[in-house]
């Protein structure tokens, strides 16, 4: 993945309309910018428990991520932190583990939807997905052209703001949390976080509606 600054958020569900429906609203609007399609993407995370934990304390989760635009890789990433990038075979560890990590079932997310590209810009819609049910959609906006989010976010929120309207985001808390004044390139990891952010506030959305909580 080139190094660029890169923002992940869930744009809500217009009123009165599907989520298919909102998503197809949003690839016309990008489309009237002048974007062009640029095939697919894909992000998916998988949930594991640490078994046996002799401290009696709650045990960390462990979130496995894969993302199609590194498809050699795995990203590994303990409820908050840290985190590592792996290779493909890292799933394949995991299963030698499982005396120690159990795969969480039904806890499995992922967001797939389609590549834009405009100007100096990559776009992605994505329809997040929980049990092969739509639960959501996320939006990816990477500026290729920079790698300090402080000198290009004013940009990125301008350009947002032209498709997402009054859905356009803050300053994502994966900048806001890093020392002032350091100014370090955003790599992978950065961009699974916020992927892994968006994930956490859709099951507990499901884990509310399952409830009867509204």
Not at 77 to 91: H, K, Q, R, S
């Amino acid at each position: 993945m080139a190094q660029c600054v890169c923002d992940v958020c869930q744009v809500p569900v217009a009123e009165g309309k599907s989520v298919q429906q909102t998503v197809d609203m949003l690839h016309k609007k990008l489309e009237q910018l002048g974007a062009v399609k640029q095939g697919n993407f894909w992000v998916d995370c998988e949930t594991y428990h640490a078994t046996g934990n002799a401290t009696g304390q709650p045990s960390k989760l462990l979130y496995v991520m894969h993302n199609s635009e590194t498809p050699l890789s795995s990203m590994a990433l303990f409820e908050g932190g840290p985190g590592l990038t792996a290779d493909a075979n890292f799933d394949v560890l995991m299963v030698k583990l499982k005396s120690h990590f159990q795969n969480a079932k039904g806890h499995k997310v992922e967001s797939r939807g389609t590549r834009y590209r405009y100007c100096d810009f990559l776009v992605k819609i994505g329809t997040i997905a929980m049990s092969s049910s739509a639960r959501g959609i996320s939006v990816e906006v990477e500026y290729c052209a920079c790698v300090i989010p402080g000198d290009c976010w004013n940009l990125m929120k301008e350009f947002m703001q032209s498709f997402l309207g009054s859905s356009t985001p803050e300053l994502p808390t994966v900048f806001t949390s890093k020392a002032e004044g350091l100014y370090a390139p955003v790599d992978c990891m950065d961009t699974m976080s916020q992927y892994l952010e968006l994930f956490g506030k859709v099951r507990k959305q499901q884990v509310m509606q399952g409830t009867g909580v509204r």
